[in-house]
Each structure stands twice: as structure tokens, then as C-alpha cells.
């Protein structure tokens, strides 16, 4: 098992907030799952700090400010897992995680449902018994890399007439006055929702939405089973999100709200 889920509840009353966080550590490495527990615990603790600020965002409808907030503290919470990395001695780059989270706020009167996180996996929208794939996909800014010569690379001279230095793919020693380069990051997702009556949210790790995207029975089945208001027992939902289907065995968590 590489994955882990967490739900919290922060505040009382309409002032509360829900959490529910989960991951998936790096297949066929050491402390996979241990990772994944890491990085739940530190996004907990994080938007457990910020709950007051998160929801007077959430009820003001401040996409902006909710976007720029949670993508900080995915930063700090994912940069505290690399730390512990180093502290063990580990591979940052395999004692990793996926990170995906939803923000449920308690007052019934703010409809907003806010997902973020860092890395592969779904968000759903059952409506009506049609399923909607609502996954932010990254923007071209956030994976864009170096210039590449002929598509946005620097000129072969400058203005003045200079030449500049052809690339031979020989690597260039890091200055010991700037910081090494770090290896790219995965970008980060967000989406803001308005939810209606009805709705059925599903936010799950790519062992779900990978057959969820590409197996029309299993979509079809789901749809039946979980339309409508009322939501099924845990027993019921365990039972349906584990329905096996031909092709795909990943480790499968998910994470549902039925709209009132």
C-alpha cells in the first residue's frame, strides 16, 4: 500500500473546515508509504494553522488569494518532505509524494469546493448521472523549460555584433556563487467550484482515475450506483470503488461528497 489518506476538521461551528488530504508515494521505492503519510501530516498541519484565513477566503469567493495561499503551503509542506529526506539519508527524489486535497468548508451557505495539490490523479463531477472530468490540467507557463534553439532561444549575437558562444553539450561547472540548480517541480492544480444539489464530487489517486478515464462500464456502473442525494453506506462505497477491472491494479484511494 503507497497511498494515505487524511481527514481533518479544523474549527467549530459554520467557522469549520475540512480537510481531506491524500497521497501516493513513488512506486517500487523504499518508504513509498511512508512518504505519502509524511506529506498528508504536513498539509494537515499547515492548513490546520491557516484555517481562520482559508475560510474567510473560501466565503468571499478570493480565488486569487486561494490559489496564490494553498500553493505556498503546498510548497512548504512538500519542501518539508525533501528535508526529511536529506535527514534520512534518502533520495528526495524518490521519498516523494502526489498530493491532492480538498477544502470543504461547514457554513451550508458557502458552496465553493476548492481542490489543490501537486501531481497525477482525478477530480470528478457526477451531475445528473453524467460524469465530468474536472482535473485542472498545468498551464503551458507552469511546465514550460529553457529556451530551445530555434523556438525562443537567445540570438546567435547581441546587438552589438558579438557572437555568441555555440552549445556543445558540454555542461557548464556551477557557480560558487549561485545556488544549484533544483530539478524541475510538478506543477500545481487548483480548481474552485460552485457545487449545486445533486452533485457528487470525487477526488481520487490515479489508481481510480485511471480507469475511471478509460473503462466506459466502469464509469457507467458508478454513475448507478452513486447518483443521487443520498449518500451510500461506507461498507457500499469501499465495495464500489474497488470494483476490479481488467488492466488496472494500482492501489486505489478516494474521497466523495454527495451534495444535499
Known amino acids: 500500500m503507497i497511498d494515505a489518506l487524511l481527514t481533518a476538521r479544523f474549527g467549530s461551528g459554520e467557522q469549520a473546515l475540512l480537510l481531506v488530504a491524500m497521497a501516493t508515494g513513488a512506486r517500487a521505492t523504499p518508504g513509498a508509504h511512508l512518504a ?80 489543490f495539490g501537486v501531481g497525477d490523479g482525478g477530480l470528478f463531477r457526477l451531475r445528473d448521472g453524467e460524469w465530468q472530468d474536472i482535473e485542472p490540467r498545468p498551464s503551458a507557463a507552469a511546465t514550460t523549460g529553457a529556451p530551445v534553439v530555434g523556438f525562443g532561444s537567445p540570438p546567435a549575437e547581441t546587438p552589438e555584433g558579438d557572437r555568441l558562444t555555440l552549445d556543445f553539450g558540454i555542461p557548464t561547472p556551477p557557480s560558487p556563487y549561485e545556488p544549484a540548480p533544483q530539478p524541475p517541480r510538478e506543477p500545481f492544480r487548483f480548481r474552485a467550484s460552485v457545487a449545486r444539489p445533486g452533485d457528487a464530487l470525487v477526488m481520487c489517486t490515479e489508481g481510480l482515475a485511471g480507469p475511471l478515464r478509460g473503462e466506459a462500464a466502469l464509469c457507467a456502473y458508478l454513475a448507478r450506483r452513486w447518483s443521487g442525494r443520498a449518500a451510500p453506506g461506507l461498507a457500499a462505497f469501499l465495495a464500489d470503488a474497488q470494483v476490479r477491472v481488467k488492466g488496472y491494479a494500482d492501489d486505489r484511494t478516494a474521497a466523495a461528497v454527495w451534495e444535499a
Open 36 to 115: 505519502a503519510a509524511e506529506a498528508c501530516r504536513w498539509i494537515g498541519r499547515a492548513v490546520g494553522r491557516s484555517h481562520q484565513r482559508l475560510v474567510e477566503d473560501l466565503r468571499a469567493a478570493r480565488r486569487g488569494d486561494l490559489k496564490s495561499g494553498l500553493h505556498r503551503l503546498t510548497d512548504r509542506s512538500l519542501g518539508r518532505l525533501r528535508a526529511s529526506a536529506a535527514e534520512q539519508g534518502a533520495d528526495p527524489e524518490e521519498y516523494t509524494a502526489t498530493l491532492r486535497c480538498l477544502l470543504l468548508p461547514a457554513d451550508p451557505d458557502c458552496r465553493t469546493r476548492v481542490f
